[in-house]
Nanobody, 127 residues
Framework: QVQVVESGGGVVQAGGSLRLSCTSSGFTFERYSMGWFRQAPGKEREGISCIGWRDASTYYADSVKGRFTISRDNARNTLYLQMNSLKPEDTAMYYC????????????????????WGQGTQVTVSS
């Protein structure tokens, strides 16, 4: 049974940091590319970061580039998102997702390309 579970969300002041974790089971984590998406109320889901399984290539949306860092620990079946210099506009539900493609595209990833999803973890940034 596939499980994808995010954790690490919370309430933080603007300028602060959080680290999200995503622990997976039920599939061969090291052979899946992983992504982080977020969705704020009334807004479309946004793909913010991706890390490829074959060469650990990474992608960041312009909205988070330079502030967020994606990483993975294949031994622990865990994906991370280090979020620094948080802004109120980063407030959203954050989702982890897994996909079978080899590399992350430099132009971003579509949600439909990801087959496994977590339930999300809420991040709230206060001003």
């Amino acid at each position: 049974q596939v499980q994808v579970v995010e954790s690490g969300g919370g309430v933080v002041q603007a300028g602060g940091s959080l680290r999200l974790s995503c622990t997976s089971s039920g599939f061969t984590f090291e052979r899946y590319s992983m992504g982080w998406f977020r969705q704020a109320p009334g807004k479309e889901r946004e793909g913010i970061s991706c890390i490829g399984w074959r060469d650990a290539s990474t992608y960041y949306a312009d909205s988070v580039k330079g502030r967020f860092t994606i990483s993975r620990d294949n031994a622990r079946n865990t994906l991370y998102l280090q979020m620094n210099s948080l802004k109120p506009e980063d407030t959203a539900m954050y989702y982890c997702a897994a996909a079978t493609f080899d590399f992350c595209s430099s132009s971003g990833q579509r949600g439909v390309d990801f087959g496994y999803w977590g339930q999300g973890t809420q991040v709230t940034v206060s001003s």
